[in-house]
């Protein structure tokens, strides 16, 4: 039997465990990344397990999220950051120089090769035939300090795409009809890898678009084949020698098959507040917008903004609408600086913001209260466009464009024939944003420059044998981790201050609960299905853990975010039957009498109402190696116990 292509790069990096469905895999990691967000935390949990010079081929740090400073926090972080890189041998990208994902893309991805990055859209590196995956900060710690990175080996999903795109429909329309088709949790589990004819029409921007949005199908990652298009793609960023060729074997097996015809997709959108609440644009014609926003590392390269600078040019923005513009990398934003497309979308009115995540991370432009935005971002959970009530719709960059001019909901159709526009055949390379960290005989000389938003990792403690503690929370169906662990201006900059960030924990969905859990000192949260989607933030966890939450019991978790819990050391237990979901309300007191020896056997946990006297049974599914994890009192306490 052949394999996959994911399979390949998977049995080329196997450090332990079997390759069948199921099984915990453990991975040697070639590169990483990580973004200044969850960056900080990773590299003070990099600092605590004292391996002075990192392991990995590559290893990356990027300024993109946080850099709207208002205050010395961000400054501080950065430059905390830039001196962990110098002395630990990790390349240092500096805030300007663009997105993560973007960036990588550009620069240091190589097809074949494995990455894991803090980001949880990371798979955008699958464009280019990485196995790029989104962990959590101290799994990339653990990565660079020459640790393996453990996942569940994964069903394998292709889609095979046949046809070929008519014009003005676009990759993120392909990605939004997968999503139309598996859901937000239907890639959980799974590698969605693409092949089939229409992979060939295709360019490495675009196919990193559906990559990077594979993130919101829940899948471990997405990946497409390293072909002719990745090799003039690498050859223009004047690194044709990274290449490889990677291709499923023809006779390679998968679990599941989708199949998708180019011809016959139309714009699609997203509609609030999900990815997969897709409809066509043609259903939402003539509707008032009040904001554009395009940019974001699903929809910022070369090809989409010149795409976005042909429909502008000689238009004007619509009088109702605020069109703001982020080109993904520096070297994007200096190649259209050079050719005049810059100066066609100013010309028309946008508004152009550095590159960087920016309004989809809420780092400025929030839409006006009830706004209608519409975004070539990848999200649009409530809330995160920092409006509560705002209203985001998630389209191409045509679609943002054509509708930004008319102020209301356009197909991008009716501009006719489509202009050409080609990839370019050498991307300016200037790479002097990107700091080379020091020679290894230099680093004991670096000093780390630490500013007083840098303190520590939180206090853990190993499992106890039992647990009696409140209900702190009850949450429903969907909780992303933007409602654990709201981002935005004022909490962003306080990612590597666990103290002051856990203050506003879960606010969006309960104002009082920081105060609550804190006061309580010990607690457990209780929630419905698909419990903490969205981005891979640890945080998400480690607030969680500083307020004392010990347990999180839910009808089910997105994965990244169940093994957020289980480093952080907090226990992740799902209902065995969801019915008792409605047997705990808040503030009800739960105990699990016997729970580290259920544990350590791999029995199910006994939770008992003591408030009601129900006994609840729930499942902690952990593989050798997590449950000694939560035994140790997280993976901090486990990598130090066991190196
Ligand atoms: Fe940045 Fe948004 Fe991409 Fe996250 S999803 S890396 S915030 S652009």
Request: with cysteine.
């Amino acid at each position: 039997m052949g394999y996959t292509i994911a399979q390949k790069i998977i049995k080329n990096h196997l450090v332990c465990g079997e390759m069948t469905v199921g099984s915990d895999i453990g991975l040697k990691i070639d590169q990483t990344l990580t973004q200044d967000a969850t960056g900080t935390m990773a590299y003070i949990e990099y600092e605590a397990m004292g391996i002075p010079r990192v392991k990995t081929e590559k290893s990356v740090a990027y300024i993109d999220h946080n850099t709207l400073q208002t205050g010395f926090e961000n400054a501080d972080d950065h430059r905390f950051i830039q001196s962990v890189c110098k002395k630990h041998g990790i390349y240092f990208s500096r805030p300007g120089n663009g997105i993560c994902h973007q960036v990588h893309l550009e620069r240091f991805g190589k097809p074949g090769k494995t990455l894991i990055g803090s980001d949880s859209h990371t798979p955008t590196g699958g464009g280019i035939g990485m196995l790029a995956i989104g962990a959590g900060g101290l799994d990339v710690a653990v990565a660079m300090g020459g640790g393996a990175y453990y996942i569940t080996m994964p069903k394998m999903v292709r889609v095979n795409l046949t046809g070929k795109l008519s014009p003005w429909v676009s990759a993120k329309d392909i990605i939004l009809a997968v999503l139309r088709v598996m859901s937000v949790k239907g890639g959980v589990g799974k590698i969605v890898e693409y092949g089939g004819e229409g992979v060939a029409t295709l360019t490495v921007p675009e196919r990193a678009t559906i990559t990077n949005m594979g993130a919101e199908l829940g899948a471990t990652t997405s990946v497409f084949p390293s072909d002719e298009t990745t090799r003039k793609f690498l050859k223009a960023q004047g690194r044709e020698e990274d290449y490889t060729e990677l291709k499923a074997d023809d006779d390679a097996v998968y679990d599941e098959v989708i199949e998708i015809n180019l011809s016959e997709l139309e714009p699609l959108a997203a509609c609030p507040h999900s990815p997969d609440n897709v409809k066509p644009i043609k259903e939402l014609e003539g509707k008032k917008i009040d904001q554009v926003c395009i940019g974001s590392c699903t929809n910022s390269s070369y090809l989409d903004l010149m795409r976005v600078a042909h429909i502008l040019k000689g238009k004007k923005v619509a009088d109702n609408v605020s069109l703001a513009i982020a080109p993904g990398s520096k070297q994007v934003f200096n190649m259209l600086a050079l050719n005049g497309a810059l100066g066609d979308m100013i010309a028309a009115g946008a508004r152009i913001l550095e590159s960087a995540c920016g309004p989809c991370i809420g780092m400025g432009q929030s839409p006006n209260s009830g706004g209608i935005s519409l975004r070539t971002f990848n999200r649009n959970f409530e809330g995160r466009s920092g409006t509560a009530d705002g209203q985001i719709y998630l389209v191409s960059p045509e679609t943002a464009a054509v509708s930004a001019i008319n102020g209301v909901f356009t197909d991008p159709r009716c501009l006719g024939a489509a202009a050409e526009i080609e990839m370019p055949e050498k991307f300016l390379i200037n790479d002097n944003m990107v700091i080379d960290p020091a020679p290894v005989e230099e680093m004991d000389s670096v000093e780390i420059l630490r500013g007083p938003n840098i303190k520590s990792y939180p206090e853990t403690h190993p499992l106890t044998d039992s647990i009696e503690a409140s209900c702190s929370l009850k949450v429903g169906d969907n909780i992303t981790t933007d409602h654990i662990m709201p981002a935005g201006a004022k909490i962003l900059p306080l990612r590597s201050n666990i103290p002051k960030i856990s203050e506003h924990c879960f606010t969006v969905c309960d104002k009082e609960f920081p105060t609550r859990a804190k006061t309580l000192g010990k607690s457990i949260i209780v929630g419905g299905e698909n419990y903490g989607q969205g981005s891979s933030r640890e945080h998400a966890a480690l607030a969680p853990l500083f307020l004392g939450v010990k347990a999180v019991l839910v009808k089910s978790f997105a994965r990244i975010h169940k093994s957020n819990l289980i480093n952080a050391g907090i226990l992740p237990l799902t209902f065995v039957n969801a019915e008792d979901y409605d047997k705990i309300k808040l503030g009800d007191m739960l105990e699990l009498p016997n729970v580290k020896d259920e544990i350590a056997n791999g029995k199910q946990v006994t939770v008992i109402n003591k408030t009601t006297g129900d006994t609840i049974v729930a499942d902690c599914e952990l593989s050798d190696r997590t449950r000694n994890i939560i035994i140790a009192g997280g993976l901090l306490d486990y990598t130090k116990e066991n190196s």
